[in-house]
């Protein structure tokens, strides 16, 4: 058992004498009538004098935030999901047992308020009691509000305390979910329709990335924890849904820092009779949509230092366009591997075993050099077959009709025109293979029954994912990936 200080002790001497007082310090259901914000928007252009005249009642719940006691009359705060606000206890009003218990009230235990609003002499918005309810007793002191839970990882690993004490981690908590409502509204109006697919799967593939593996005793096989919705989705297409997508975790055993966790939101949606185009319109348009609706902003937002500009069309540039622009070397022309390695190693790029197109030098080019400087909206198109597995070609059969989304070097969105040639696919999963063999440990593996679908005959479809997580971080303006997941991973203290 842990050591408790001198101020957990007080208070779990208070929780007896509650008892002792008929005072169940753990209570029951409390039947609110208000919030704090109800009770705000209840007096709104009124006067103190009108409220004298015309008494509004009200009975609120929440956690104390601060106390000022002056003998037989006293001030406390009290903070629910909307906001704090004060209330003022009498003696004369609320009586000498109420009283008592109020005296043994901490900052941080929970209570009910029944009164009447008034204004202070200092025009603040008050209620003056007249019963007081104690709910739920707090054993641990909560932090100082402004030198106590600083550390950034305390804040992640009580993200609890954090919400109480953080307008800011209350604020992102409470949008995140309004941000993927509209993305739900959104789609849902365009003929969307949102269905859910296994998370353990038993053939890895979807995208490129290292996975969980976890056993099934039943069947005495390991599955994987989806790294993506993608080949199930598909399958929706084949079956004729036409128009479909997932929110839904996904799971990468990978690095954490501040745009990666292991366990992450994404949306994926894939559109029969679709292409990247489509898939460009509905992006940008999402993205309009969520400022204008969850942001209430028309033209942009703040974000990483920089505006974010949404009233123009977003650019549209080829990937080897950008690498040109930056080192000078033209993937277009016909360049051959040693030369593109030879040219990225004198550029400190480092060519892994499985790097073996010179797509592969292509994209890492891209990401060291290109990447961080793609702060407006920036459609980023024509990705190397090499790392698009799952991609239809493009008429230069060395790239592939494939775009990913850019704000403030941040990748928003990935789409594609999905491959839905079997046989084409089906060398794809070889190379893929290749890969594996050759250390690459996240390549995708041969999805047989997949490509049986597939030899139904899937429509030509577009199909896009956007990382969740990311895109609330940047719409609601968070440095770190763990700012906007409510209990990311964490390493061990």
Excluded at 30 to 57: A, G, M, Q, W
Excluded at 162 to 167: A, F, K, V
Excluded at 310 to 329: A, H, N, Q
Excluded at 381 to 406: M, N, V
Aim: with cysteine; net charge negative; glycine share 8%.
């Amino acid at each position: 058992m842990e050591e408790l200080n001198d101020q957990e002790l007080v208070r779990r001497e208070k929780l007896e004498k509650l008892k002792e007082l008929g005072v169940d310090p753990y209570g029951s259901k409390f039947e609110r009538t208000d919030t704090t914000k109800s009770c705000r928007e209840k007096v709104l252009n009124k006067t103190n004098e009108e409220l004298n005249e015309n008494h509004i009642y009200v009975k609120v719940a929440g956690r104390v935030m601060s106390i000022r006691r002056m003998g037989k009359a006293s001030f406390l705060n009290i903070q629910d999901k909307y906001g704090r606000i004060q209330a003022y206890m009498g003696i004369d009003v609320v009586g000498e047992h109420a009283y008592e218990v109020f005296k043994l009230t901490d900052i941080g235990d929970i209570v009910g308020l029944y009164g009447r609003l008034m204004f202070t002499r200092t025009g603040e918005l008050t209620i003056r009691v007249e019963e007081y309810t104690f709910l739920t007793k707090s054993l641990k002191v909560l932090p100082e509000k402004f030198h106590g839970l600083t550390d950034t990882e305390e804040r992640y690993r009580r993200r609890y305390l954090d919400l109480i004490m953080n307008e800011d981690a209350k604020k992102v908590a409470l949008l995140r979910p309004k941000i993927i409502r509209e993305i739900q509204r959104f789609l849902d109006e365009r003929g969307y329709v949102e269905f859910e697919t296994s998370v353990l799967q038993p053939i890895l593939g979807g995208a490129n990335a290292r996975p969980f593996i976890t056993h099934h005793n039943a069947l005495d096989k390991d599955f994987y924890l989806r790294i993506a919705t993608e080949l199930a989705l598909k399958r929706l297409i084949v079956g004729g849904l036409e128009k479909v997508y997932e929110i839904g975790r996904l799971f990468r055993n990978e690095g954490m820092d501040t745009k990666h966790n292991p366990e992450f939101t994404t949306i994926e949606l894939y559109e029969a009779y679709g292409d990247l185009s489509s898939m460009r319109d509905i992006a940008e348009g999402l993205l309009k949509s969520l400022a204008k609706n969850v942001l209430h902003s028309e033209n942009g937002f703040e974000f990483n230092g920089n505006y974010i500009d949404l009233s123009k069309p977003f650019r549209w540039v080829s990937m080897s366009e950008l690498v040109k622009e930056k080192t000078g070397l033209d993937f277009t022309s016909n360049i051959s591997y040693e030369e593109a390695k030879k040219f990225a190693e004198e550029k400190g790029i480092k060519i892994e075993p499985h790097m073996t197109g010179v797509g592969h030098i292509l994209n890492a080019l891209f990401e060291e050099f290109c990447e961080k400087d793609l702060i407006q909206p920036t459609f980023v198109y024509g990705h190397p077959i090499e790392i698009s597995p799952l991609t239809k070609k493009s008429k230069d059969p060395r790239f592939t009709e494939r775009f990913e989304l850019y704000i403030s070097g941040f990748e928003i969105a990935n789409a594609y025109s999905e491959l839905n040639d079997p046989i084409d696919q089906k060398e794809r999963f070889i190379a893929q293979l290749k890969a594996k063999e050759l250390g690459d440990e996240e390549a995708n593996e041969m999805d047989n029954d997949f490509l049986e679908a597939l030899e139904y005959g899937m429509a030509p479809t577009g199909g896009m994912g956007i990382g969740i997580d990311r895109l609330v971080m940047v719409l609601l303006n968070q440095a770190s990936i763990r700012e906007v997941i409510l209990f990311p991973t964490m390493k061990d203290r």
